[in-house]
């Protein structure tokens, strides 16, 4: 192993985007695919990428459709020739580097210079290009480049830097060839004018000439500068209504059944928008089966994973043998992995953001047209977390017995979402026919079983969130 491998070996395997927890891996290689152009003396920002290879059998991740034993991670890294006190908290490791010499080498994305270098670059456009680096840009917005970076602190797949309240730029991590959802879906919608995404304003692509393959590796959006997360709004309603013992979820003034129905609508706009600038299919019978199938083989997976979904195997079974059942589905590009989490209120409504789809899924499998289902279904699974996550850690000294909290979350979430649901399908003049409950029944089973695996990887505590939910029935009142 070289010198730098087993530093940054055990800097991914700390890292929150890392997708590989869980499992047993080795860092096979780091590529070194460019530099960010104008670095002072003294300094480099190298944009590598990371090789991970699996040891262990590729069903462990809970994804059969992941069949893929290696993966790449982009680790943007400033080498410096000093140590830098200012940012020791982001130190990747101290070694000496073929290239640039004994380095102090640290995570660039907490590094304002190193960021600073990167805005001037997406300032430059197609001109700050070199070698495999290609930056792109749309018309219509002047960078702020004194504004300086932010790193987001928080859960995330990748990495997110404000600069200033001016732009944001998303690092991807994972990264695979071929075109990332996440930057085509908002290019289209940006380019329709659509109302409810952060515009689009550029984007890094690598490009290997040799291989004629392109991997997408950060885009450059507009920054929301009155967003409020929709998970926290939604808590702080639910925590209003525990608080409020005496009163139903209609009653108290933290009421949520407005935003949902808002948010209802927003999607059903942005539904709209993608289905005028993306394909729209229909998938007959022997595709169904094999959605059906794909969810069998997830929970197959899962039930390796977690144990505890056994004793609900059967029932989903008989959700997916519905679903099965089903003549003709409609398909259309969807966002793929929605929560609250993904939805921010602003001053000018609600925006959906992180259009990447879920992020154990090969790029191939997520670029392709969904059911619109699997997004309301996303929704009404988070409309369910958001009270039992307030029960499990949010609560005051006064709080109600667990009893009375778990009655009050089930009134928050049945009343969000039938508010959310409502407005969807008025907005969208289609009514929750028998084929729609169905495909709803099916995509929030198949996210409670995502979910299961999810939390077993990456937080145990919160296990028991989708284990209810199958105690109750996974589509109940949908
Ligand atoms: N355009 C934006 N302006 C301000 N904040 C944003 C914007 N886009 C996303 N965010 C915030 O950044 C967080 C992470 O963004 P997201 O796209 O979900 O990243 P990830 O792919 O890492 O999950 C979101 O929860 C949201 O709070
Ligand atoms: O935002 P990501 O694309 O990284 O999505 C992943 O992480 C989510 C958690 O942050 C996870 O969502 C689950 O937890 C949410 C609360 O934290 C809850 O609102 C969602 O309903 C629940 O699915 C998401 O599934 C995962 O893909």
Redo the contacts with the bound molecule.
């Keep these: 192993m070289s010198a730098e491998l087993a530093p940054l070996a055990t800097w991914i395997g700390e890292a929150r985007w890392f997708g590989g927890k869980g499992r047993e891996w080795t860092l096979t290689g780091v590529r070194r695919v460019g530099e960010l152009p104008d670095a002072p003396d003294g300094v480099h920002v190298a944009i590598e990428v990371a090789e991970v290879s699996f040891t262990d059998s590729s069903t462990g991740s809970g994804h059969a459709a992941e069949t893929a034993e290696t993966e790449l991670y982009q680790v943007p890294l400033a080498y410096y020739r000093e140590p830098q006190d200012r940012i020791a908290h982001a130190l990747v490791g101290e070694w000496d580097d073929p290239d640039f010499g004994h380095s102090w080498v640290y995570d660039a994305v907490h590094d304002r210079e190193a960021m600073g270098l990167w805005l001037t670059a997406f300032a430059g456009g197609e001109s700050a290009s070199r070698g495999e680096l290609a930056f792109h840009r749309l018309p219509g917005h002047d960078l702020d480049l004194e504004a300086h970076s932010t790193l987001f602190s928080g859960?995330?797949?990748n990495s997110s830097v404000a600069f200033g309240e001016d732009a944001l730029m998303k690092v991807f991590r994972k990264v695979t060839p071929g075109v990332n959802p996440d930057i085509a879906i908002h290019q289209v919608l940006t380019e329709a004018g659509s109302t409810h995404v952060a515009a689009l304003y550029g984007w890094l692509d690598l490009v290997d000439d040799e291989t004629n393959t392109t991997i997408q590796l950060a885009m450059l959006q507009q920054f929301l500068r009155t967003a409020s997360d929709g998970?926290d709004l939604a808590l702080a309603s639910v925590r209003n209504l525990f608080a409020e013992a005496d009163l139903h979820a209609d009653e108290v003034g933290g009421d949520f059944a407005g935003e949902a129905a808002r948010l209802g609508t927003a999607l059903a706009e942005v539904h709209t928008d993608l289905a005028a600038h993306f394909p729209v299919e229909e998938r007959d019978a022997g595709a169904i089966d094999g959605l059906a199938g794909a969810m069998e083989e997830r929970l197959d997976a899962a039930l390796v994973v977690v144990p505890d979904l056994a004793p609900h195997a059967d029932r989903l079974r008989a959700t997916y043998a519905a679903l099965r059942a089903l003549d003709a589905v409609e398909v259309q590009q969807v966002h793929g992995?929605l929560?609250?989490?993904?939805t921010l209120r602003t001053a000018r409504g609600w925006k959906i953001v992180?259009f990447?789809g879920?992020?154990a899924k090969p790029l191939a499998v997520r670029l392709k047209p969904d059911s619109v289902w699997r997004d309301v279904a996303?929704m009404i699974?988070?409309f369910?977390?958001?009270p039992r996550?307030v029960s499990l850690t949010g609560l005051g000294p006064d709080a109600p017995d667990a009893g009375q909290r778990d009655y009050r979350a089930a009134e928050w979430s049945a009343r969000n979402r039938a508010a959310f649901v409502e407005a969807y399908t008025a907005q969208r003049g289609r009514d929750l026919d028998r084929t729609a409950a169905v495909l709803l029944d099916a995509y929030i089973a198949d996210?409670v079983v995502?979910?299961a695996v999810?939390e077993a990887r990456n937080r145990p505590g919160w296990l028991s969130i989708p284990l209810a939910a199958l105690v109750d029935h996974p589509g109940r009142d949908a």
């Design positions: 859960e995330q797949s998970w992995d929560h609250l989490g993904q992180d990447e879920e992020p996303g699974r988070s369910d977390y958001a996550v996210k995502y979910e999810y």
